[in-house]
């Protein structure tokens, strides 16, 4: 009974991950902002339900969740309102740290005794992506989903066609 119940979910999870990668491949701006409008849901509802317990009575004095639910209520509503702009800011600051790391990993190679080539190739290529994504932060969230939607559909069709004895290719069939 477990083996029929572990070996149906994986064939269901396999059937929505290859779902969820041709959405990411096809729509990744709908898909990405989809997900973030539900995790901006998620967090409103969690909010929500610790303002509830706050006024029950559930918390008082220094322990009370009331300015922590507040605030999360206001970057559930931020989540929801603006999903791309989340996305976007993340991707900025990547772009940052990265341009600083691969700044300071330049600036080091070429102040030291050995000057390693590889070193200061990989860092100027860092600095060139970095700069790659500050300029322009949404195109390369863009490449990123449908990257993460094939890695999906790649994982959805090793469990439809390979595994758990339900697989199309499986031999104990």
């Known amino acids: 009974m477990f083996s029929d119940n572990y070996r149906r979910n994986r064939l269901l999870g396999g059937i929505i991950m290859l779902v969820a990668g041709i959405i990411f491949l096809v729509a990744p701006y709908y898909s990405m902002n989809t997900i973030v409008r539900y995790v901006g849901w998620i967090v409103m509802i969690g909010a929500v339900l610790n303002l509830v317990s706050c006024f029950s009575g559930g918390f008082s004095g220094i322990d009370s969740p009331l300015v922590s639910s507040v605030l999360a209520a206001l970057v559930a509503l931020w989540l ?94």
Request: charged share 10%; with cysteine; net charge positive.
């Open 80 to 173: 929801i309102r603006s999903p791309g702009s989340v996305v976007t800011s993340i991707n900025l600051v990547f772009g940052i740290i990265l341009l600083v790391t691969a700044g300071v990993s330049l600036l080091q190679c070429l102040q030291s005794s050995f000057k390693n080539p590889l070193t200061i190739l990989l860092s100027a290529i860092g600095i060139l992506f970095a700069l790659g994504i500050i300029a322009n932060p949404f195109r390369l969230t863009n490449m990123i989903i449908r990257l993460i939607g094939v890695g999906l559909i790649y994982q959805g069709a090793i469990r439809l066609l390979f595994e758990n004895g339900n697989g199309l290719f499986n031999s104990r069939r």
